[in-house]
């Protein structure tokens, strides 16, 4: 009832799984990922263990090890699924015989893809295509092969949820934790418009580095005083830069959320910010 991939890119040190189902916040439960291990994708009747119990067995073997260990010990096996992938990108997948139709599985270079109760084997086809030919980080490959699989069908019961997670070490908000992406739609009509719409923000929040950064003085300056006299904000602070103007404007992108595209220090902001905040205050 579920289609899913889970994935690793070694040379990043990304490890991530995306996962669809029509099911309430499939995200509670398929998705398992730690930062330096690897990546666990556990559906059909869905044995949650496998999740915590595959990243603790990766931490000692590979992929297929793991999940060879899981089955053995789970007298359910043949009526559960689930894909593994480890530090190195080994990839392993298990589809139960008692499955509901279509179900199956297909390995890769660093990725496990696996759906059951789908509209046919193209759905699978479908992701593993997508994530091999798509370009960029792990999260834009995941994004891409969920996307891939709806329109192959993906769960021919329709759809409810989508979640996607992504973690690398370090890499998160102010390099304080491992969460790269972390983002769940639990329940909607089109949840991948819902996931795509959530990413977009996403990037704009978090991510950096991505564009030009611009240098608040000129032009530049008077566009974002602009903005804030749209905004609401008194502008009392007379021409050109000052102090407190710059506490203003501290002020004002710390409760727009841009806290990560702006640098008080260096007067520097995101092109992308800029543009954000011009669409927000037209």
Request: aromatic content about 10%; some cysteine; overall charge negative.
């Given at each position: 009832m579920t289609f899913s991939i889970a994935a690793a890119d070694?040379?990043?040190?990304?490890?991530?799984?995306?996962?669809?189902?029509?099911?309430?916040?499939?995200?509670?439960?398929v998705p398992w990922v730690e930062a330096g291990v690897g990546a666990v994708a556990t559906q059909a009747l869905c044995n949650a263990g496998y999740g915590p119990g595959g990243l603790k067995l990766m931490a000692g073997m590979d992929a297929r090890a793991a999940l060879d260990a899981l089955i053995?010990?789970?007298?359910?096996r043949d009526r559960r699924q689930v894909g593994l992938v480890d530090a190195k990108g080994n990839a392993a997948s298990h589809?139960?015989?008692?499955?509901?139709?279509?179900a199956g599985h297909r390995t890769g270079a660093g990725y496990a893809a696996q759906g059951n109760c789908l509209a046919g084997e193209a759905v699978v086809a479908g992701m593993a295509r997508a994530f091999e030919t798509t370009t960029g980080p792990l999260y834009q490959k995941l994004f891409a092969a969920i996307v891939a699989g709806d329109a192959a069908g993906g769960d021919r019961r329709g759809r409810q949820s989508v979640a996607l997670k992504v973690l690398r070490k370090g890499a998160g908000y102010q390099g304080l934790c491992d969460t790269v992406v972390d983002l769940r739609v639990d329940d909607a009509a089109d949840p991948f418009g819902e996931l795509r719409r959530l990413l977009d923000l996403h990037r704009l929040y978090f991510f950096t580095g991505d564009c030009p950064r611009l240098t608040l003085d000129g032009d530049v300056l008077a566009t974002l005083r602009a903005i804030m006299k749209r905004a609401g904000h008194a502008d009392t602070f007379g021409a050109g830069w000052s102090v407190p103007l710059g506490h203003a404007i501290d002020a004002f992108i710390g409760n727009e959320n841009l806290e990560e595209r702006f640098d008080l220090k260096t007067r520097g902001i995101d092109q992308l910010a800029l543009d954000h905040l011009a669409k927000l205050y037209p």
């Open positions: 070694p040379a990043t040190g990304d490890f991530g799984v995306v996962v669809a189902s029509k099911f309430l916040a499939v995200g509670n439960i053995a010990a789970d007298a359910g589809t139960g015989v008692n499955c509901l139709g279509w």
